[in-house]
């Protein structure tokens, strides 16, 4: 693994900067945790775990947890295991975003998606924001707070747009070239080739940074989770 990603890994974020505050939250009730291996492709462990306990203690309850730099970054889970020289390793992303600190620190909020995936990161990119949790992270942001929501579609989009805007508690919904805050999440339903991808809006900030989903498609293939667990699409 690079130096670079062990410290992205290792770092303790003192705050959220730039985190909207739509929505703060309690610990009690229940997150989800996924468990896969090559980018979502293989399912492990799709399972309810309690809210208010950090995502490694949640982790621990559901696989057998290996860890390494004083209990901090994830060696393996269930016998798989990382390896430098062979550039495999877990990651996680919460609600879609990629984590900014150690698992054992992040403490999981009601609804949270928590994902771990085992992967090949030799020639795969940084990854800041994936789309298989949707509809989050729209519903429940980062670290207990979200952002407004906006959606923009492109003609002859418009009930589809509205559709989506329900799932994700959109505050506005107008036409693609609307003004979007600089500070909302953003949809986008365009047209064209199917294809589900996500970007930072602002690319290499913090995970609680304002995100772009942009999708092209069958709303109703979308809003029924037929992109449960995928990185993008294509």
């Not at 298989?132 to 979200?146: I, N, T």
């Not at 805050?181 to 913090?206: I, T, Y």
Request: hydrophobic fraction near 40%; charged fraction near 20%; include cysteine.
């Amino acid at each position: 693994m690079t130096v670079r990603r062990i410290a992205a890994l290792l770092l303790v974020a003192g705050s959220l900067a730039g985190c909207g505050g739509v929505g703060g939250g309690t610990t009690a009730g229940t997150a989800t945790l996924w468990i896969t291996r090559d980018r979502g492709t293989v399912l492990l462990v799709d399972a309810k775990v309690a809210a208010g306990q950090t995502l490694m203690r949640a982790l621990r309850t559901k696989a057998h947890v290996e860890t390494r730099y004083g209990g901090r970054y994830v060696q393996s889970i269930d016998g798989i295991s990382g390896s430098l020289s062979a550039q495999h390793d877990w990651f996680w992303f919460v609600n879609g975003l990629a984590g900014d600190r150690s698992a054992a620190e992040y403490v999981l909020h009601p609804g949270d998606v928590a994902w771990w995936d085992y992967r090949d990161w030799s020639h795969d990119p940084e990854l800041a924001v994936v789309v298989g949790a949707f509809p989050e992270p729209f519903l429940h942001g980062y670290g207990g707070s979200r952002r407004s929501v906006a959606v923009r579609y492109g003609p002859g989009l418009r009930a589809g747009a509205l559709k989506v805007s329900k799932t994700v508690r959109a505050v506005s919904v107008a036409p693609l070239g609307a003004p979007t805050p600089k500070s909302d999440d953003l949809f986008v339903l365009a047209s064209g080739p199917s294809r589900f991808v996500a970007v930072q809006r602002s690319p290499g900030a913090s995970p609680s940074s304002p995100v772009q989903l942009t999708y092209a498609g069958d709303v109703r293939r979308l809003l029924a989770g037929a992109y449960a667990r995928r990185f993008s699409v294509p």
